[in-house]
């Protein structure tokens, strides 16, 4: 799998977030997508997974000779982001069993697997809306970072951890980024202390006038 980004800007209204981007994400390589709040980090991390599209030039995904539509692309992708929201009414297993149905998890995990992995066993039957922020994000974790897809991408994935949390995180993708595209949005470095390249968008972002 392969992300490509040719000459790609995103504006909103008159008000360009950036231009001129050009990438190439390849698979096994983990990338920090790095910069100021409010640079547009999370409106890359978007368009790299095909949730928005670019206001001039291209993102195409797959290989050059198997390429991938955006309307196709999702099937292949996991994203994890503080905004993102869960559904309350469910328990932590339900909701992995849930998601399981549309992406199985890797190494055929169950759901409650799943919930071993990122420290939630006790609460698996516990309603989504009787978690604390921190056990919310490790759910989220769970979801994105072990379901067997090809492509990563996590924007601020430590948000609302402490320490352990934040340990959990770096042994999760240790052990389960190999062999994806892993991107990672954060001004943290504890969240992106091991990967290959570090992307800074201030590269992209338009000159003032």
Same mark, same amino acid.
């Given at each position: ?10 504006? =909103?209204? *008159?008000?360009?977030? $950036?231009?001129?981007?050009? #990438? !190439? @994400? ?46 196709? =692309?999702? *099937?292949?992708?996991? $994203?994890?982001?503080?905004? #993102? !929201? @869960? ?48 056990? *919310? ?73």
């Amino acid at each position: 799998m392969r992300i490509s980004l040719t000459e790609a800007g995103k504006r =909103f209204n *008159r008000d360009w977030v $950036f231009r001129h981007v050009d #990438l !190439e @994400l390849e698979a096994g390589r983990r990338y920090a997508l790095t910069g100021a709040n409010g640079s547009g980090k999370s409106t890359l991390l978007q368009l790299m997974g095909g949730m928005i599209e670019p206001s001039e030039g291209e993102v195409r995904f797959g290989t050059n000779d198997n390429p991938t539509g955006a309307e196709d =692309f999702h *099937r292949h992708l996991s $994203f994890c982001a503080p905004y #993102l !929201e @869960l559904v309350e009414e469910m328990t932590g297993e339900e909701f992995l069993d849930f998601h399981r149905g549309f992406k199985p998890f890797r190494e055929g995990l169950t759901a409650r697997e799943a919930l071993e992995r990122t420290d939630l066993s006790h609460a698996s039957g516990k309603q989504i809306r009787y978690y604390s922020s921190g056990m *919310r994000q490790r759910l989220k974790l769970a979801q994105s970072v072990l379901s067997d897809t090809s492509v990563l991408l996590l924007d601020e994935p430590c948000t609302n951890l402490d320490e352990k949390g934040v340990r959990l995180f770096r042994e999760l993708i240790e052990t389960h980024a190999g062999g994806r595209i892993v991107v990672i949005a954060s001004n943290d470095a504890r969240e992106y202390a091991d990967c290959d390249e570090v992307l800074n968008m201030e590269s992209w972002k338009p000159l003032r006038r």
